[in-house]
């Protein structure tokens, strides 16, 4: 069974950053992309970043040059570094497994997503 667990969020200023962090405990499958996703009040969950099982990296336009995904195999953690947020960053940001490609699509994902990490940007 995946567990993921998020941690790492919090409030900041308008330019200010968080480093988002995900340990996980198995693996839904062989290979996968590792992602961060983010919901904001009242919209839909979004995939902003993934890393897949080659170490390949694909971030949504709208982080790109801002957020940087890494992951830790021997850790088996997952970070997310944000820099020079926007109030449009902030909610709750999930990590999870997925068996496809999650940035500017959807597939099926096995993440925590009654959990997560809050992140509030204000001006």
């Known amino acids: 069974q995946v567990q993921l667990v998020e941690s790492g969020g919090g409030s900041v200023q308008v330019g200010g950053s968080l480093r988002l962090s995900c340990v996980k405990s198995?693996?839904?499958?062989?290979?996968?992309?590792w992602a961060w996703f983010r919901q904001a009040p009242g919209k839909e969950r979004e995939g902003v970043a993934q890393?897949?099982?080659?170490?390949?990296?694909t971030y949504t336009d709208s982080v790109k040059g801002r957020f940087t995904i890494s992951k830790d195999n021997a850790k088996m953690t997952l970070d997310l570094q944000m820099n020079s947020l926007k109030p449009e960053d902030a909610g709750t940001y999930y990590c999870a497994q997925c068996l496809n490609s999650v940035v500017g699509g959807s597939s099926e994902c096995f993440g925590s997503w009654g959990q997560g990490t809050q992140v509030t940007v204000s001006s």
């Open positions: 890393i897949d099982s080659d170490g390949t990296v």
């Open positions: 198995g693996d839904v499958a062989r290979r996968y992309y």
